[in-house]
């Protein structure tokens, strides 16, 4: 009996380490929120420089802020600043979903997500289905997502 409460609550924390290490749909929506607002606050070019800054407040844990131009454009990325320039328009999920386009669309018309899609984890490297909430900030749309 020691035995399997021993297995039980090590299996507990075990899940919820792993819990822990995802950031949260809420917590993805903050980030769009917070650097919408650093948007507004200091102008798109401080702004997206911060935002690149792999080691800054728009990387957390799993979480990462891209911010798009409305054709798709990557021009912040707060995981891979060398994605800066690419055009990620064309983009497809596993499922062949433009993603982007969907982000973008879903912006420009006001909604703010989710806009579901699949992508593999960056530290499991598994496919997982990855939420990702954004809006428009002037010309840019702000994107963050957070795995199911």
């Known amino acids: 009996m020691k035995r399997l409460f021993i297995t039980l609550l090590l ?6 380490a792993q819990a822990w290490d995802d ?3 809420a917590e993805a929506r903050a ?15 401080r702004a997206l420089a911060e935002i690149n800054n792999p080691n800054g407040a728009f990387h957390y ?11 798709g454009r990557i021009v912040a990325h707060g995981a891979l600043p060398h994605l800066v320039g690419r055009n990620a328009w064309d983009w497809r999920d596993a499922d062949d979903q433009f993603y982007v ?5 879903r912006a420009q018309r006001g909604e ?6 699949t992508r593999v984890h ?21 994107a963050c997502g957070a795995f199911k």
Request: aromatic share 8%; charged share 25%.
């Open 11 to 16: 299996g507990l924390l075990c899940h919820g």
């Open 61 to 71: 844990r799993d979480l990462y802020v891209t911010v798009y131009t409305q054709r």
């Open 122 to 142: 960056p530290r499991s490297r598994q496919l997982r289905v990855k939420s990702t909430w954004a809006r428009l900030a002037g010309p840019y749309v702000i």
């Open 23 to 25: 950031g949260t749909a």
């Open 101 to 105: 386009r969907e982000i973008v669309a």
């Open 31 to 45: 980030l769009v929120d917070r650097a919408a607002a650093l948007m507004r606050d200091l102008g798109p070019e």
């Open 112 to 117: 703010t997500g989710p806009v579901d899609y």
